[in-house]
């Protein structure tokens, strides 16, 4: 929306930028204020309502609940940006990657890179972002690192410390003796076949890769969960028993458990 009051030759500046809460999901809202020309005012209005009116009406499909509060406000001059530095902060937020960078070659319907922009926030004279990048790979892991430098080196922003942080790679077992017991047990405990496919999360394999588990094999067990890694993720709760059940079953004797509703 800030790049559309650029294409109408509206300069402005950013007094408060608040966006995001963790850097592992997708932000969930940004607040940001700006300051117009008295003379551009209207104008700028306009503008912002119009293209948000088409931005609302293109994502009711993906996300629905998308909504867009643009009200006149007042606001001390004092604390703004100036607009040189306010482009630089524009320009960065809409060059910075969002979402899958590369797809598994392991398993075509996994993600293999990512990289996540998840909190913008700033404080007096400062910026301050927090970002997360997610790879199976060592190489991708460095790219997506020099990508980040490079784009604060094209927006000549100068950042004070390296904030955004890189999940350990780790390469998925395609071979896995566990991943097919597993499928075998839950086809006999539940009665229905499952697939074997490569989850986008990078925290426990790096872990047990960092404590000397490096010939480990490990698999994660769990149901679908929609939503993921954003706001509202759920997960369904008779999928889950379902899973608890075949876990248990087979490495651990238990019979299933009889869950009662009421």
Not at 182 to 209: A, D, N, R, W, Y
Request: glycine share 4%; aromatic share 8%; charged share 25%.
């Amino acid at each position: 929306l800030l790049n559309c009051l650029y294409d109408s030759k509206i300069t402005f500046q950013i007094t408060g930028l608040k966006g995001g809460k963790k850097i592992t999901i997708i932000p969930p809202y940004c607040d940001v204020k700006i300051i117009v020309n008295k003379d551009q005012e209207y104008k700028s209005l306009e503008i912002l309502n119009k293209n948000s009116q088409i931005l609302k009406k293109e994502f009711e499909t993906a996300d629905p609940d998308l909504t867009f509060d643009i009200k006149k406000d007042n606001i001390r001059e004092s604390n703004a940006l100036s607009p040189e530095e306010t482009k630089k902060i524009v320009s960065f937020i809409t060059l910075c990657p969002s979402g899958t960078l590369r797809m598994s070659p392991f398993f075509p319907q996994a993600v293999d890179s990512s990289f996540n922009l998840g909190i913008v926030h700033l404080d007096g004279e400062k910026v301050k972002t927090e970002s997360f990048s997610r790879s199976a790979t060592k190489a991708e892991i460095v790219n997506i690192d020099q990508i980040i430098r490079n784009l604060f080196d094209i927006v000549s922003l100068e950042h004070k410390d390296n904030i955004w942080t890189a999940g350990v790679p780790w390469e998925p077992n395609i071979n896995s003796k566990l991943a097919k017991m597993m499928v075998e047990t839950f086809e006999e405990t539940c009665g229905e076949k499952i697939g074997i496919s490569l989850l986008h999360v990078t925290i426990e394999p790096p872990q047990l890769q960092e404590l000397g588990y490096v010939d480990a094999d490990m698999i994660s067990v769990c149901p679908s969960i929609p939503k993921a890694h954003s706001i509202g993720e759920f997960i369904d709760v008779e999928e889950t028993i379902r899973w608890r059940n075949a876990v248990y079953n087979k490495n651990y004797g238990i019979n299933y458990l009889k869950i009662e509703t009421f």
